[in-house]
C-alpha cells in the first residue's frame, strides 16, 4: 500500500517507533494521521509538528472500548481507516513466573488482546473496501525471545501468532497484514546499552520508519529493521535444541551480570 491519499492510525503514536511512523506517513503525503496514545498531551505535541494532517486522541488499549472510540472517531473526522498501526507496547518489570499476575495480565492485554480488538473493529470495513493495511509491532522477541523478560518474550509471541492468523485468513481478501520484529531502537523503553536486545545495534526510528514503508509497499509479512533477526531465526528453526542452548548462555550471562 502507498500511503499516500490516505488515513492512518498509530497506536503508542506520541514516542519512538509510534511518532517516528506517524511523521513518516505525513511527509509520505497521508491525508490523516491519528496520533493515538495514553499520554494525549505528548500525542498532542507530535501531531502539532506533524502538522495539518495530523490529530491526536487519546487511547488505552488495554480496554476494547476506548479502540472502538478511537476508531469511531477517525471514521467521524476523516470518513474511513486505511492503515491501522498497532503499535502500543509496555516493557514491565524484568523477571520470570515469579512476577505478579497483575503485570501478566496487562502485557497479555496490550502485546494480545489489543490487536485482535484493533482488528474486530477495522478489518471488516477492509474486507468491504478490497484494501487496508494492519501492522502488529512485535518486535523480534516475538520470533526469537528475550531473556530478560518472560511477560514480554511469551506476548510478544501472542502477537506475532494473531498476526500470522490475520495474514492467511485475510491476505487474500485486501488487507494487507505485516509484522514489524525490531530488536532495540531508541525509544524511552531503552535503557543503558538495550541488554540482549541490543546485540547487533540500536537503530533510530527513523530507520525503522523506512522498513515499514518498504514492507507496505512490497507486501512482505515480516518487517525486519535488523537483518540479522532472520538469520537467528532460521538458525532456531534449524536446530532448535542448540539455538535454546545459546539462549542458555545468553540468560546466564544476564544473570551474571557479565
Known amino acids: 500500500m502507498d500511503i499516500r491519499g490516505k488515513v492512518a492510525i498509530v497506536t503508542g503514536g506520541a514516542s519512538g517507533i509510534g511518532a517516528g511512523l506517524a511523521k513518516r506517513f505525513a511527509d509520505d503525503g497521508a491525508r490523516g494521521v491519528v496520533v493515538a496514545d495514553m499520554n494525549l498531551e505528548r500525542a498532542q505535541s507530535v501531531a502539532r509538528e506533524i502538522g495539518a494532517v495530523a490529530v491526536a486522541m487519546?487511547?488505552?488499549?488495554?480496554?476494547?472500548?476506548?479502540?472502538?472510540?478511537?476508531?469511531?472517531?477517525?471514521?467521524?473526522?476523516?470518513?474511513?481507516?486505511?492503515?491501522?498501526?498497532?503499535?502500543?507496547?509496555?516493557?514491565?518489570?524484568?523477571?520470570?513466573?515469579?512476577?505478579?499476575?497483575?503485570?501478566?495480565?496487562?502485557?497479555?492485554?496490550?502485546?494480545?488482546?489489543?490487536?485482535?480488538?484493533?482488528?474486530?473493529?477495522?478489518?471488516?470495513?477492509?474486507?468491504?473496501?478490497?484494501?487496508?493495511?494492519?501492522?502488529?509491532?512485535?518486535?523480534?522477541?516475538?520470533?526469537?525471545?528475550?531473556?530478560?523478560?518472560?511477560?514480554?518474550?511469551?506476548?510478544?509471541?501472542?502477537?506475532?501468532?494473531?498476526?500470522?492468523?490475520?495474514?492467511?485468513?485475510?491476505?487474500?481478501?485486501?488487507?494487507?497484514?505485516?509484522?514489524?520484529?525490531?530488536?532495540?531502537?531508541?525509544?524511552?523503553?531503552?535503557t543503558g546499552d538495550a541488554g540482549s536486545a541490543g546485540y547487533d545495534g540500536i537503530l533510530s526510528t527513523a530507520q525503522v520508519a523506512q522498513e515499514v514503508v518498504d514492507t507496505m509497499r512490497n507486501e512482505h509479512f515480516l518487517v525486519l529493521p535488523h537483518p540479522q533477526v532472520i538469520d537467528y531465526f532460521r538458525a532456531k528453526g534449524q536446530d532448535y535444541d542448540r539455538w535454546i542452548g545459546g539462549m542458555q548462555k545468553l540468560h546466564a550471562r544476564h544473570a551474571s551480570g557479565t
Open 58 to 190: 487519546h487511547c488505552d488499549v488495554s480496554r476494547e472500548a476506548d479502540i472502538q472510540a478511537l476508531v469511531a472517531a477517525t471514521r467521524e473526522r476523516f470518513g474511513q481507516v486505511d492503515a491501522y498501526i498497532s503499535n502500543a507496547g509496555i516493557l514491565g518489570k524484568m523477571g520470570g513466573f515469579e512476577l505478579e499476575d497483575a503485570l501478566w495480565d496487562k502485557m497479555w492485554q496490550v502485546h494480545g488482546m489489543a490487536h485482535v480488538w484493533a482488528a474486530r473493529a477495522v478489518v471488516p470495513e477492509m474486507v468491504e473496501r478490497g484494501e487496508g493495511f494492519f501492522l502488529v509491532t512485535a518486535s523480534a522477541a516475538g520470533l526469537l525471545n528475550i531473556v530478560e523478560s518472560a511477560p514480554y518474550g511469551v506476548t510478544k509471541h501472542a502477537a506475532l501468532a494473531f498476526a500470522e492468523w490475520l495474514r492467511i485468513a485475510y491476505g487474500r481478501r485486501g488487507v494487507r497484514v505485516s509484522c514489524l520484529c525490531p530488536q532495540s531502537v531508541q525509544t524511552d523503553m531503552v
